[in-house]
């Protein structure tokens, strides 16, 4: 495996994990999903596989960028990035990360869930985010795909709202 692969592959991990402790879910880790067909991180306990699947929600392109580089241990010049209406935008970018993995057909577990972090150091408090999702959601303008539940959780406090 490449080792950006391992890299985005343990920040999967690290994101499931937490998921499961915020949740007080005790499951045992079994193995990486597929990249094909299965979630990211694969659980289980006492009969019951779940499928986690994790996505980030970033400030923009050149916000995950910069984490990526960072977390890569490369040089990433950030000097000319100027980020503008940070916060107005956070709600359209976890709709936007929702919509894309429901297309998304998975399989081989009996329960999935989608996490959506939040990594976004500006926003101390993700309710907002949380309140605009519920409201596209009771309107009826997303589908959940295959996920049995959906939940936002945020990077740098322990926040942890379900969607679905």
Known sequence: MNPNATIKRQHEKAISDRLLDLLNWKFNFVREGNDKNEPDMIYHDNGLVIGIEVTTNYLDKEHAKELWAIARKEDYDHRNIVRMDIDNNAEKYALNAIYQKAQKKY?????????V?????????ISYINDYLKTV?????????NF?????????????????
Request: charged share 20%; hydrophobic share 40%; with cysteine.
């Open 117 to 125: 972090e939040v990594n976004n150091p500006l926003v101390g408090d």
């Open 137 to 145: 959601i009771q309107d009826r303008w997303l589908d959940k795909g």
């Open 107 to 115: 399989q081989n577990c009996n329960f999935y869930v989608l996490c």
């Open 148 to 164: 049995d539940q959906v939940y936002l959780i945020a990077s740098t406090t322990n926040q942890i709202f379900r969607i679905f």
